[in-house]
């Protein structure tokens, strides 16, 4: 993957935004989540103990085929996941907000809240999550300027 992220040790920078995002906006679960061909992966997680899931049953799949925020307020409700065996069981996943992740033009992944009752962000939710989601993309960007400097010095 073009961001180096995938498969890579937790990092402060990126749990930092993850658990103030869920402190902020109140969510049980917070993703900082990666997408690849067959998998979704989670570089940073707030109330979730799995590290990744197929991406058959992915909500954040669905999240990144457009550009702007992709909501279920009530996944029981939406016959897209009703059946999901994350809806279903464990987590028992009721509302999905996913704020979809760039890095240079390309949909890499989502900044995903999750919560364990029917819920709808409001404008003011909508705009927070889509900040944090802006601030991950800059952590993104800078870490991996900061390992190409790091190349360069070791190279000179």
Avoid at 51 to 65: K, N, Q, T, W, Y
Avoid at 134 to 147: G, T
Wanted: net charge negative; with cysteine; proline share 4%.
């Amino acid at each position: 993957m073009l961001t180096q992220l995938l498969d890579t040790s937790p990092e402060p920078r990126f749990d930092r935004l993850t658990h103030l995002a869920q402190l902020t906006l109140k969510s049980d679960i917070v993703l900082m989540s990666l997408i690849d061909n067959d998998r979704q992966w989670f570089k940073s997680k707030q109330g979730l103990t799995v590290c990744e899931m197929g991406r058959d049953v992915s909500f954040c799949g669905h999240a990144i085929l457009g550009e702007s925020i992709f909501e279920i307020a009530d996944a029981l409700e939406d016959e897209r996941f009703a059946n999901n065996p994350l809806v279903l069981g464990e987590p028992f996943v009721r509302s999905y907000v996913g704020v979809p992740l760039k890095h240079e033009s390309q949909l890499i992944g989502t900044l995903c809240f999750i919560s364990l009752r029917p819920r709808i962000f409001s404008a003011e939710e909508r705009e927070i999550a889509t900040g944090f989601a802006a601030a991950i993309e800059q952590e993104i960007h800078d870490r991996l300027q900061e390992h190409d400097h790091d190349k360069l010095v070791a190279a000179s």
